[in-house]
């Protein structure tokens, strides 16, 4: 028999009786079936010597032992030594390990993912940016009453509410003057930009789920990236991997513990959650660590191999290899061969019973030393992508584009604010000079002439007074009882008539009303 982590031992190496691990438990039951005793006759072994294989292990055991007790993984080279393999008890499936994704989280509701797209700047930013914005249009109406339609020089809450209600693609500004359009423009393009960003990102974040950042989908791909691979070394899965990855970077270790700790990189003595870690040397980590899936399930839940459950299955299986004892295929001189003919007889009976599943469970249960259970299990399939929040190093350049514009938008604002006293003050001068110099004259001051403003006067006056009229002449037929179909006909004629001098006179009170704003200081 082989010492191992499936044997438990007493200090003077004499086997538990309370329990005596998983392979003595199977060889107590084998007994009870097959009425044969073990206990009184059985050496226990190291692993081979420096220069022999664990495949020399096993050919010497079964040349001098009936039985050898251990997780003997089936292999053709093994076979053609002669050797047979009882009904398995050991799965030998040959995988790789590794560290855990840290920032892998599970799906969970979160009342806060629809601002998950921005980081906490850029939320910052925008609420900034619209404050800003409505303030610097409200200065603008102020300065130039003209800027807008809406006349929103009396309320700043209402250009707040404006410039952010932008921000869902909606602009309900009407500017007037060439700053309140620049003006428009850069805060709609900012608008478009924010939002374009926002929906790709977002849906990113709705879609995609959180993955590694490299997701190793087998051993063959970790080969194929120069993965640094962890081994226990002169086993029969290092030969296996070996034999089919020739180019592997393997990383052969003494012992099985060994491969675990060049993974997560702790060493033994202080592998606790509770205490301060230290780590071996760079040259001595690795990416993975090649195991078998029955060897995972025990080192799994052991504290100093995996500590905190930092290691994780990674990937799928290699391959399908099972794993138990060993016999000598002799049928001649010493009869082996009978003896694995019982023992798959009685092995098959157990695990139709589920006997052997039982032992593996209450094994695991027995021997675990981590505080909390950590999954031996494959790991459930990942979609890909891994979304980010976009920060404002993303996207500070179209702020800084948008109050680039606001600041032109301002100096144009009150350049033209000036601009505009200016020309008032100069053109009052000038009526003043040129009012002085017609008195001198004899001729009426230009105040007096008839404009072109008097003249849309007379127009509109001229309009109001036909109107009644026409309003008298209708009361005054319906009183004296006219043919009915004569007044609809008539009424239809100048109704027409009427509608095209109204439409004179909205141009005119348009052109009027322009007037007035040019003139206006």
């Known amino acids: 028999m082989r010492r191992n982590n499936f044997f438990n031992l007493n200090d ?35 692993r081979p010597v420096d220069g022999r294989s664990f495949t020399d292990l096993l050919e010497w055991t079964t040349l001098t032992y009936d039985l050898s007790v251990n997780w003997w993984t089936w292999t053709s080279e093994r076979r ?17 390990v590794g560290k855990k994704d840290k920032d892998a989280n599970k799906d969970k509701f979160d009342i806060l993912s629809i601002f998950a797209p921005f980081d906490l700047g850029v939320w910052l930013m925008i609420v900034l940016t619209m404050i800003t914005s409505g303030l610097l249009y409200f200065f603008m109406e102020v300065m130039d009453p003209a800027t807008d339609r809406s006349q929103l020089q009396f309320n700043p809450l209402s250009s707040i509410f404006l410039a952010s209600f932008a921000f869902t693609g909606h602009f309900s500004f009407e500017p007037r003057t060439m700053p309140a359009r620049l003006f428009g423009f850069s805060l709609t393009f900012l608008a478009l930009i924010i939002g374009s960003a926002y929906t790709a990102n977002l849906a990113s974040f709705l879609v995609v789920k959180n993955t590694p950042k490299l997701e190793i989908q087998s051993l063959k791909h970790a080969v194929s990236l120069g993965m640094k691979l962890c081994t226990y070394k002169d086993t029969a899965e290092e030969k296996m991997v070996l034999d089919a990855f020739p180019q592997a970077n393997m990383d052969r270790k003494s012992t099985e513990q060994q491969s675990f700790w060049g993974v997560h990189g702790i060493v033994p003595e202080v592998a606790s959650l509770t205490t301060t870690a230290s780590y071996i040397d760079d040259t001595d980590l690795c990416d993975f660590a090649i195991t078998s899936y029955s060897s995972w399930r025990f080192w799994s839940q052991n504290q100093d191999t995996n500590p905190g459950c930092r290691l994780g299955w990674v990937g799928r299986k290699f391959n399908d290899v099972p794993a138990g004892f060993a016999t000598l295929h002799d049928s001649g001189d010493y009869c082996t061969s009978f003896i694995n003919d019982v023992l798959n007889l009685h092995l098959d009976e157990m ?17 675990a030393t981590t505080e909390q259970e950590c999954q031996d299990t494959p790991p459930p399939p990942k979609k890909a992508g891994n979304p980010t929040d976009l920060k404002l190093k993303n996207l500070g350049g179209i702020f800084i584009i948008h109050f680039i514009f606001c600041f032109i938008t301002l100096l144009m604002t009150i350049s033209n604010k000036y601009l505009k006293m200016f020309s008032c003050h100069r053109n009052k001068n000038n009526k003043k000079t040129k009012n002085t110099q017609e008195n001198n004259d004899g001729k009426a001051p230009i105040e007096e002439r008839k404009t072109d403003g008097d003249i849309n006067d007379d127009v509109l006056k001229a309009f109001y007074d036909q109107t009644e009229s026409e309003q008298f002449r209708i009361i005054q037929r319906i009183n004296n009882n006219d043919k009915f179909e004569e007044f609809i006909r008539d009424s239809s004629s100048r109704q027409s008539h009427l509608e095209k001098q109204m439409s004179l006179v909205i141009e005119l009170l348009k052109d009027k009303n322009e007037n007035n704003e040019s003139v206006s200081c």
């Open 12 to 46: 003077d190496e004499s086997i538990n009786e309370d329990y005596p691990g998983l392979a003595g438990v199977l060889m107590d039951e084998l007994a009870r079936r097959a009425n044969f005793t073990w206990r009184d006759s059985f050496v226990m072994l190291d």
């Open 80 to 96: 053609s030594l002669g050797i047979d393999f009882p009904i398995p008890w050991y799965d030998a499936s040959i995988m790789i």
């Open 351 to 367: 695990r139709s019973s589920n006997f052997i599943d039982m032992a593996w469970k209450n094994h695991i249960v027995r021997t």
